[in-house]
């Protein structure tokens, strides 16, 4: 991929992100007027984390913490989620700005966009030109380039007058002051970069130590880089070498493990650092490879009934049925994996593969689930109508229509009598029996009896529950910490003793102790927990 492509799809992903964040879900919301708001009497006690809500009321957000401070009134028209240092970007009249979680301005809401970047710099546009802040709101680099992004640790790229410069991430010095067509992060040392249609490779001085003589060329990976003079792909090292010949009528992905993956004899060939075939992989999608295994997937297909009674029924009533629903070829892509030698371990025939999570993989195999290692044999046999991923030393498992918990010594904590069972989390999992849901703990004992509508998982000490249509909360104990009633709608987990809650269909803030800490006035509200500094 070359590095034009490469920026777009930076820049994609960073727009992805901020609209992701963006996104408030149905139980937890935005804000109201802040002359209307009623300010808790009593706050909660202090604690290593704070919590912020996000509140909405007609179509504004605004933030207000677990205090009672107002952090950001409800005045915008959206606001994201705090980054890792508690930062906020609002929008305010498609102009944007960002705040600390203490309220205080970094950035006016003056910007046509603004970005947070993996390097925790501040990314603005203004027009069409771009420039860096720090994390304190202080220019690096002003707004005056044709685009900037992050680069390797404590260097950033920014372009200006069609040609991509190296700066100083803190100073916003210019490092290295020659310029180049096309410019990338350092990768073992080196950065490829492009001289008018040409690659070659330069070194953290900015010193051209590969000429640029290349057609198209890749990273480093594993101390070789794949390059193309012409029409043919081989593999140089650091000081320019050509190691493998320029035989490859394709790159696909750059060494891991001793392998990269090329288009030689076939599609998708293995090879070593010598350029020899260790495999051809005669499948659809293949990957690098990760702890001694190459994920591999494959197109099944298979005559499919539905596809040809929607095409019978399309042309005998004369009814419109969407292209993919008149197939007669049904398609499901299925996954596997090979080893160095390219022989499947763990084979394409299973109708499901999950990836691997602290050395299983979840397989599925005539609707039964089991688990295989990295050598692909079973160390949970597929015996399950249902099996969830480990957690907590457990997987929830469903034989025979009943529920209950294997370790992977493939024991059971107790009998499967269970109608129902979800993960552990914290000591804890929720289980339902004839009588309702309750909780078993690590040892396989029944600690909250199952009498419950429903259940949450427990936040902290606290989870939130169901009992006969009325809605409360109860501590690890069983004990209600707030008594369900039913004039609760629904509530969310608490967070430091506080919980959003649904009353007459709007949103407020309730204690443990049931007077309320904000009135439920607001359309929606999310309550976030952030660490203290």
Not at 62 to 72: F, K, T
Not at 254 to 277: C, M, N, P, Q, R
């Amino acid at each position: 991929m070359s590095f034009c492509s490469k920026h777009i799809l930076m820049q994609f992903f960073f727009s992805v992100f901020f609209l992701f964040s963006l996104l408030q879900p149905a139980t937890a919301q935005t804000i109201s007027d802040s002359t209307s708001t009623t300010l808790p009497e009593a706050c909660p006690p202090a604690s290593t984390t704070s919590t912020l809500f996000l509140l909405e009321k007609a179509g504004k957000y605004g933030y207000i913490n677990n205090q009672g401070n107002i952090i950001l009134p409800l005045a915008y028209d959206a606001l994201s989620l705090p980054d890792a240092k508690g930062r906020i970007i609002v929008k305010e009249k498609d102009a944007y700005g960002i705040f600390d979680q203490s309220g205080h301005q970094i950035l006016p809401p003056t910007f046509k966009d603004l970005k947070i970047g993996t390097d925790g710099n501040i990314y603005a546009s203004q027009g069409k030109l771009q420039g860096v802040f720090n994390s304190a709101g202080q220019p690096i680099l002003p707004i005056e380039f044709e685009s900037c992004q992050p680069c390797t640790p404590g260097l950033i790229l920014a372009k200006k007058d069609k040609l991509w410069h190296y700066y100083d991430s803190i100073s916003g010095k210019i490092v290295i002051e020659q310029g180049f067509d096309e410019a990338s992060p350092f990768v073992e040392g080196l950065a490829r970069v492009k001289c008018g249609d040409k690659y070659g490779y330069i070194d953290q001085q900015g010193k051209i130590l590969i000429p640029c003589q290349y057609k198209d060329a890749v990273d480093f990976s594993e101390g070789l880089a794949a390059v193309t003079t012409k029409d043919r792909w081989g593999f140089i090292d650091p000081t320019g070498k050509m190691i493998i010949p320029e035989t490859f009528s394709g790159y696909e992905a750059g060494f891991s493990e001793g392998l990269a993956i090329v288009h030689g004899a076939s599609a998708h060939d293995y090879i070593d650092k010598k350029g020899t075939l260790a495999f051809s992989a005669p499948y659809e999608i293949v990957y690098p490879f990760k702890d001694g295994l190459a994920e591999i997937n494959v197109e099944k297909v298979s005559f499919s009934w539905g596809g040809l009674i929607s095409s019978a029924l399309s042309s005998a009533l004369n009814v419109y049925v969407p292209d993919e629903d008149r197939n007669l070829i049904a398609s499901n892509m299925k996954r596997g994996f090979v080893d160095k030698t390219g022989k499947q371990l763990i084979p394409t025939t299973y109708d499901f593969v999950s990836s691997f999570q602290n050395g299983l993989a979840k397989v599925m195999l005539h609707d039964k689930a089991g688990y295989v290692d990295h050598q692909g044999c079973f160390v949970i046999p597929a015996d399950y109508q249902e099996l969830s991923f480990f957690q907590e030393g457990f997987a929830a498992a469903k034989k025979d229509g009943k529920w209950s918990f294997i370790d992977k010594n493939n024991r059971a904590l107790t009998a499967f009598t269970f109608d129902q069972a979800a993960d552990f989390k914290d000591n804890l999992a929720a289980v339902k029996t004839s009588t309702g849901w309750g909780f078993v703990n690590l040892t396989g004992d029944l600690v909250i009896k199952p009498k419950y509508d429903s259940v949450s998982v427990f936040s902290g000490d606290i989870a939130i529950v169901k009992f006969k249509g009325a809605t409360g909360a109860i501590n690890r104990d069983g004990h209600y910490v707030l008594p369900a009633k039913m004039e609760y709608q629904d509530i969310e987990s608490f967070q430091n003793g506080l919980g959003a809650i649904k009353l007459q269909n709007k949103w407020g803030v309730i204690k443990t102790d049931g007077t309320l800490f904000l009135p439920a006035v607001y359309d929606s509200i999310r309550s976030i927990s952030l660490a203290v500094n």
